[in-house]
């Protein structure tokens, strides 16, 4: 379950990612056939204090972060995914 607003500020290190954040690799998840789900925990806290619970703010950074353009994969990040890494549907 990807959490964007969370990660945002965070840094990876591995030396072959092209962006250097923590956003969910979802360009490299969804090819390999692993489900890619959206959540949040951080509404209010004390870490990401401007952090609403908006799910569509969510989906817009998890996208524009990885510059991640198929539309139809995030449609299925935002909707049936959660469901399946949640164990509620099956594929």
């Known amino acids: 379950i990807a959490c ?3 990660w945002i500020d965070s840094h ?3 030396i072959s990612t092209p ?3 923590s956003l969910t690799p979802i360009d490299e998840l969804i ?3 692993i489900p890619v ?3 949040t ?7 990401v204090p401007f952090c609403d619970g908006d799910m569509w703010s969510e989906l817009k ?3 524009t972060g990885n510059r991640y353009t198929n539309f139809s994969e995030l449609v299925k990040i935002a909707t049936i995914n959660g469901l ?3 164990g509620i549907k099956k594929n």
């Open 61 to 63: 950074l998890l996208a």
């Open 19 to 21: 962006f250097h954040n």
């Open 84 to 86: 399946k890494v949640l």
């Open 37 to 39: 789900a959206l959540g």
């Open 31 to 33: 090819p390999l056939g």
């Open 4 to 6: 964007p607003t969370a």
């Open 12 to 14: 990876r290190t591995e």
């Open 41 to 47: 925990d951080n509404i209010a806290d004390y870490m």
